[in-house]
């Protein structure tokens, strides 16, 4: 089963001042990070991770009444946003929850909320409105992208 580990949160504005300047996290929790990738790693349930430049340097793409516009960053309610994640392949929820609750949340200001949300990833072989030609489909384009 894969779950997707999503960290949710902003980072801070950069101190500078300059709007187009990406804030670095504390030295503490970038090493704190770095091991429990690693952990992950040598556990073998790491298959990907990244951090996310803050929403200052997004973009939203909204689709409404059959129209598309873009709303560039930043966005309100920092909390709901993505600055990262895992993707992790265990044997059940339990195992993705268990390695969520491991995650280091340092530096988080008193007051402060960090949130691990665990979604578990929905594969096209277990959703029943699939089609054997799509589920095929599926398979060939995944095909692909793995062996890039």
Request: charged content about 30%; overall charge negative; glycine content about 8%.
């Amino acid at each position: 089963m894969r779950f997707m580990l999503i960290l949710k949160g902003d980072p801070p504005p950069p101190e500078s001042g300059d709007p187009d300047a990406i804030s670095q996290p504390p030295e503490e929790l970038i090493a704190a990070m770095v091991k429990y990738s690693e952990d992950m790693a040598k556990a073998g349930v790491l298959l990907a991770g990244e951090g996310l430049y803050p929403s200052s340097a997004g973009a939203r793409v909204i689709y409404r009444d059959g129209k598309r516009s873009v709303v560039d960053g930043p966005f309100a309610e920092a909390k709901e946003l993505i600055a990262g994640f895992y993707l992790i392949q265990v044997r059940s929820r339990e195992e993705a929850i268990e390695w969520a609750s491991r995650c280091p949340m340092v530096g988080i200001p008193q007051g402060e909320e960090a949130v691990v949300e665990v979604r578990q990833i929905g594969e096209s072989d277990e959703l029943v409105n699939f089609t054997e030609d799509q589920r095929e489909r599926d398979r060939q384009v995944w095909s692909q992208v793995s062996e890039r």
